[in-house]
């Protein structure tokens, strides 16, 4: 996989949950980078979240250090020593400023961090740096994840070749917004801070924040970019055509990084994306088409391949949207089966569709222009058996 110009990564095992698997990584960048970032709005915030959040006003960045199996969410004062103490360790080993290295973590909620095990690592994983590869980071913070997720794309601007790698995680209690997930974007553009901010923005608005697979909201959800110029190219700025390009590639990117998310949630057999379109606005055709990705009545029909597109109609209609119930015509991978409020009577041909890995549902409002887009999966039995033996 490519990866940007001046970008160096690590992943060590620290034994933070258990043994067996690379769970501490690193990320960092050989010249200090513009930074963006965007967080969960859960009204609970674990102690890195918060801490990234203050360290984010500066709008620079060097380094990401990521542990998998430990949230660091609801342990109090000791929660933000140690997010504090991993940053100084990190910081003082690559010989950068403490407030440009940026701490997550992924994991069980109110568990003390091991910080005997991650001290003790911190040199090792600095030492890696090079050794290792973004594939390996995105190994290292999986938690209930059944596959790495890691992107990569290279573009032309300004006549040079720009890099942009982004890795994730996320399985679980993924809801808006974004989801229990964390992301790392790195590239090489040079690129200004307001810029860049409003690139991740648009990607995230468009992507992690149109994903549900259980209606949970985590409190880790942490999206970073950091670009470090060098590339080489003219400094691409807002509103220009340069910026629309970059935005652009960052938004397929993290679409393409959520679909993963969704492929990989927890117990699913099949990722679905639902379409609301010609609503009254788009506020409305997101609204609505959350409302059929939450429905568990939807999602469960989906699993035991039961086109039963009336559970469809049901949640449109307590979505609180506007619609004209006999406007509406449904499409179940390309195939009609609900045609201005009333089924076609194709259910067993719909039947068959819906043993495809991938389920594409369209609702056409035919109200006005309004669309959105919504990822979600299936639920099944594994997923209960997952959350119910998580912390064992």
Not at 13 to 20: L, T
Not at 151 to 176: E, F, H, L
Not at 273 to 286: L, T
């Amino acid at each position: 996989m490519n990866t940007p110009k001046g970008f160096l990564f690590s992943a060590v095992e620290a034994a933070i949950k258990k043994p067996g698997r690379k769970d501490l990584a690193l990320i960092f960048s050989e010249r200090e980078a513009v930074i963006s970032g965007m967080f969960t709005k859960n009204n609970v915030k674990a102690a890195p979240v918060k801490l990234n959040m203050k360290w984010i006003e500066s709008g620079r960045g060097q380094a990401i250090i990521v542990n998998s199996g430990n949230a660091n969410a609801c342990t109090g004062k000791q929660g933000m020593k140690d997010a504090v103490e991993i940053a100084e360790m990190t910081a003082k080993t690559l010989g950068i400023k403490t407030d440009r290295v940026y701490v997550c973590s992924t994991g069980v909620i109110g568990m003390p961090m091991p910080m005997e095990r991650i001290r003790s690592k911190i040199t090792e994983l600095a030492d890696n740096l090079g050794r290792r590869t973004i594939n390996d980071v995105a190994a290292a913070i999986m938690t209930t994840d059944t596959f790495p997720k890691a992107i990569s794309k290279v573009m032309k601007i300004d006549g040079k070749a720009i890099t942009i790698s982004g890795v994730c995680k996320g399985a679980g209690m993924i809801c808006p917004n974004m989801a229990t997930m964390l992301c790392f974007i790195v590239t090489d553009a040079n690129i200004d801070k307001s810029a860049l901010d409003k690139a991740l923005k648009n990607a995230v608005q468009k992507s992690f924040n149109r994903i549900t697979i259980d209606g949970d909201m985590s409190t880790n959800d942490t999206v970073l970019i950091m670009a470090n110029g060098l590339a080489g190219n003219a400094l691409i700025k807002k509103n220009s055509k340069e910026f629309n390009r970059f935005s652009d590639a960052v938004s397929d990117m993290t679409y393409e990084l959520s679909k993963m998310i969704v492929k990989d949630g927890e117990g699913a057999t099949k990722l679905v994306e639902i379409e609301v379109k010609n609503a009254k606005n788009e506020r409305d055709a997101e609204k609505g088409a959350f409302a059929i990705a939450n429905s568990l009545l939807v999602k469960t029909a989906i699993y035991g391949n039961d086109a039963n597109w009336g559970r469809i109609m049901a949640a449109l209609g307590y979505s609180g949207i506007a619609i004209k119930e006999g406007m509406i015509d449904i499409f179940l991978n390309g195939l009609k089966i609900v045609c201005k409020g009333m089924g076609t009577g194709r259910d067993k041909e719909a039947n068959e569709k819906l043993k495809n890995k991938e389920i594409n549902i369209v609702v056409d409002l035919h109200l006005r222009k309004g669309a959105a887009k919504v990822l979600t999966c299936d639920l099944t039995e594994d997923y209960v058996k997952i959350n119910a033996e998580y912390r064992t």
